[in-house]
């Protein structure tokens, strides 16, 4: 999977004051700061850039692949794709059942990207981002993927979905 | 981040705690200038205006998080939401930085942003009821004609 589909994001659009704070780039601190995070947490990451990290877990559903791109502004988790679409339109049980799981969903929240992939997004602000946030970030994508792997699944149906 | 923060076993969070947060929220409103009024002891409640109109926002605070929410952002059509719908909101947490858009139990969509209490700032309630303000804006009148197609589509 590469990079740029992983974490590919539109600029976010905010009014006023918002707008001005959005700037992209990491800066040197949290450069340092996330892969002492990850040793802390015991996960294996790939630096593929100083503001783009790659790690993964397996689960009980499967192995899932976790991106993190940090920027001035935000630091943002990504599970993506969390299920492949494959070009096909999702059914709607699957459109359901990712809106309703936005609503029991603590921290992350499940969306479909411009290919039409699942994916699983955590978001976090870059101001007051503590190893806290970190853990909680990685334990929420973690279990919710694997939480709800089987729902999803049973919601593609028969147009199935990969699992990656 | 210390040597201290990387070395602590006990993960110890180090939030004002919840009743304190919502004092500090208050000030903040009151910096702000924007309206409010208490509903409960750790939930405000502020009227957000946008160009396509005007939403009513919860603000709570619990022990970990601050929880701005529109909710209903739309109410749930008769026989609830259809296809073109449920792919307009699906499609719109890509588009929604912070913010998440999904069902509630009774079948209403919603509008939220979660934000750790831990760390939290004034801009990040700022932003928070900003993001919720544009998207809000940006995404009523699409779910409305989405509701609409869905209608005539049938079913829904």
């Not at chain 1, 976010?12 to 004051?17: E, S, V």
């Not at chain 2, 070395?7 to 009151?30: I, K, Q, W, Y």
């Not at chain 2, 009774?106 to 831990?118: M, Y």
């Amino acid at each position: 999977m590469a990079p740029a589909v992983a974490l590919r994001r539109v600029a976010p659009r905010l009014p006023g004051r918002a707008q001005t704070l959005v700037r992209w780039g990491v800066d040197e601190d949290m450069a340092k700061t996330l892969p002492a995070y990850f040793d802390r947490y015991g996960w294996q990451f790939e630096r593929r850039r100083t503001d783009l990290y790659r790690t993964g877990f397996a689960g009980d559903t499967g192995q899932y692949e976790i991106w993190l791109r940090a920027t001035d502004n935000w630091v943002y988790f990504t599970i993506n794709p969390y299920i492949r679409a494959e070009g096909e339109p999702l059914p709607t049980p699957a459109l359901r059942l990712l809106l309703e799981l936005n609503y029991t969903v603590n921290l992350a929240k499940f969306l479909v990207d411009n290919d039409g992939d699942i994916a699983l997004n955590v978001e976090l602000p870059a101001e007051g981002f503590s190893y806290s946030h970190f853990a909680d970030a990685l334990t929420a994508l973690s279990h919710y993927a694997d939480e709800h792997r089987r729902a999803f699944d049973e919601a593609m149906g028969e147009t199935g979905g990969e699992v990656v | 981040m210390s040597d201290d923060e990387l070395n602590d076993p006990d993960d110890v969070r180090s939030g004002p705690g919840p009743s304190a947060l919502c004092e500090r929220l208050v000030g903040m409103f009151d910096d702000f200038g924007w309206p409010y009024e208490r509903n409960g002891p750790l939930t405000l409640r502020t009227h957000l205006g946008g160009e396509n109109g005007t939403f009513v926002a919860l603000v709570r605070v619990t022990e970990h998080w601050v929880v701005a929410t529109i909710n209903p952002f739309c109410a749930r059509p008769e026989g609830g939401f259809g296809p073109v719908a449920l792919k307009l909101m699906a499609g719109a947490n890509h588009l929604a930085n912070m913010a998440k858009v999904g069902i509630d139990p009774v079948g209403d969509a919603f509008l939220t942003v979660e934000l750790p209490s831990e760390g939290f700032a004034d801009s990040h309630l700022y932003d928070a009821l900003a993001a919720l303000t544009h998207y809000a804006d940006q995404f009523t009148i699409p779910l409305l004609q989405a509701n609409r197609i869905d209608r005539l589509n049938g079913g829904h």
